[in-house]
C-alpha cells in the first residue's frame, strides 16, 4: 500500500476529536486510507441502496446496529444522520469515535458545518503527489506522469489511462453529477467537462463557456459549483493589494489532476504531449495542482493567488505571509532561458519594501540560482514550501 502524507494528520486529528471527515474525489484513496488506519472500525458505505434506506428511515436503529467505532463511506447521501451522530458523540464524550468520507465536497461539508461544527476534523484526500508516487515508481518521466496522472489506481494495477480515465469520467457523470445538480444533458455537461481542460491556466471566461454551449452564465456558474464540489477542478483566484478586488476579478481554471485533463483532451499516449499545443498550460496545471496537494495533504488550506497586471505581467503562483511574499513562475522548456527570469524581477521590484522568494520551476534537471532567484527542477517544486 502507498503510504500518504495525509495519514500522520489523520491519526493525530482523531485522538482529540470525536469525528473525523475525509473528502476528495473519487478513487483517490480514501476509503483504503481509512480502512487501513483504522481496522477496528466497523465499515458501512451508504452507497449500497438497501444500507442507505436503512439509515435514511431509521436512523437510529441504523446506529444502534452499527455502534460506534463506525466508519460511514459515502456520509453525504444521508445527511439527516448528522444529527443522530452529534448526539451520540456528545453523550459518549469520547474522541475517535466516528469517521465519515465522501466524495462531494460541498453537500458533505454544509451539513458537518450544521450539525457537527466544534466537534468533527475536515481534511482533504486528492489524488497522489509526487513524493507519493516515487515509492513505487522512482522515476516516471514528465510526458509519462502528464499522461498518466496521479490516481492510486492507474500506478498501483498499471492500468492503462485509456482504459480507465474513461470509465471514470462515465460514472462520474452518471453518479455525481446527477447527485449534485438535477442534470438531465449530461452529454452537454460532458462537453462542458472537456471544455475545461481545453481551458487549463486560463482566466475564466464564463461568456465564451455560454458562447461554445449555448447556455447561460448562470448555468455555466452552476456547473463549475458540481466539478469544485467533487474535486475536479479548483480556481486560483488573482492578487491584488486591495482584498476587494481578488473577490471580483476573475480566477484561472485547473484540474487537480492532469491525467484526467489529458483524457478530456483525448491524448492517446505520452509521446503526443511531446508536440501537443496545451503542453505547457498542461505542464503549469502539474506543477500548481502539486503545490495545493502539499498544502491539502498536511491539513491546511491553501492561501494561494496567480498575478496579473494591465500591461501582461504575469506570476503563475504567489503566497502572502505577514513577512514575505512567495512567488513561482512555471515553464515548461527544458533550457533555461534569461526570458524565464523577467516577470519575477519585476515583481521584486514592485515590491521593493517586502521580502520576497522567487523560484522558477522547469522541465529540465539543474538547480540554479540567478539574481537571487532559485531555479528548479519539476520534481523538486515541493521544496519550494518546505
Given amino acids: 500500500m502507498i503510504e500518504r502524507v495525509l495519514s500522520a494528520k489523520i491519526t493525530t486529528l482523531s485522538k482529540k476529536l470525536p469525528i473525523l471527515v475525509l473528502t476528495g474525489p ?78 462531494q465536497n460541498f453537500l458533505l461539508l454544509e451539513k458537518v458545518s450544521q450539525s457537527l461544527a466544534g466537534r468533527a476534523a475536515i481534511l482533504n484526500l486528492l489524488p497522489l503527489s509526487q513524493e507519493e508516487l516515487i515509492q513505487i515508481h522512482a522515476a516516471p518521466n ?152 502539499f498544502h491539502f495533504h498536511r491539513g491546511k488550506i491553501p492561501h494561494s493567488f496567480f498575478f496579473r497586471d494591465k500591461v501582461g505581467h504575469e506570476i503563475d503562483y504567489l503566497i502572502e505571509s505577514p513577512e514575505k511574499f512567495l512567488v513561482v513562475e512555471i515553464k515548461a522548456g527544458q533550457t533555461i532561458s534569461p526570458d524565464y527570469l523577467t516577470n519575477l524581477l519585476y515583481w521584486q521590484n514592485l515590491v521593493k519594501n517586502k521580502p520576497t522568494l522567487s523560484y522558477v520551476v522547469y522541465a529540465g534537471k539543474e538547480s540554479q540560482k540567478r539574481h537571487s532567484i532559485n531555479i528548479l527542477p519539476w520534481q523538486k517544486a515541493t521544496k519550494i514550501l518546505k
Fill in 142 to 293: 514528465l510526458e509519462n506522469i502528464l499522461f498518466k496522472g496521479f490516481y492510486p489506481r492507474i500506478w498501483d494495477k498499471k492500468l492503462a489511462p485509456g482504459d480507465w480515465y474513461p470509465s471514470f469520467i462515465q460514472t462520474y457523470l452518471e453518479r455525481d453529477v446527477r447527485q449534485i445538480k438535477e442534470i438531465t444533458n449530461l452529454s452537454l455537461f460532458q462537453k462542458f467537462l472537456k471544455l475545461c481542460a481545453g481551458r487549463i491556466g486560463q482566466i475564466l471566461n464564463l461568456s465564451s463557456f455560454a458562447n461554445d454551449l449555448g447556455i447561460t452564465h448562470n448555468t455555466i456558474r452552476s456547473w463549475l459549483s458540481v466539478l469544485e464540489a467533487s474535486f475536479i477542478i479548483f480556481l486560483l483566484p488573482p492578487y491584488y493589494g486591495n482584498l476587494g478586488k481578488r473577490l471580483i476579478k476573475s480566477p484561472k481554471l485547473y484540474f487537480y489532476d492532469v491525467g484526467l485533463a489529458c483524457s478530456l483532451l483525448g491524448i492517446e499516449s505520452a509521446k503526443q504531449i511531446l508536440t501537443h499545443p496545451l503542453k505547457g498550460a498542461l505542464f503549469e496545471n502539474l506543477i500548481i495542482a502539486e503545490l495545493q496537494k
Fill in 26 to 103: 473519487r478513487q483517490s484513496g480514501k476509503t483504503t486510507l481509512l480502512k487501513s488506519l483504522f481496522p477496528g472500525f466497523t465499515y458501512v458505505s451508504l452507497e449500497d441502496p438497501d444500507v442507505r434506506l436503512f439509515a435514511q428511515n431509521d436512523p437510529r436503529g441504523f446506529l444502534a446496529t452499527y455502534p460506534p467505532p463506525l466508519f460511514l463511506d459515502e456520509a453525504q447521501h444521508v445527511p439527516h444522520l448528522f444529527s443522530y451522530i452529534q448526539t451520540l458523540s456528545d453523550t459518549m464524550g469520547k474522541p475517535n469515535q466516528f469517521i465519515l468520507s465522501g466524495s
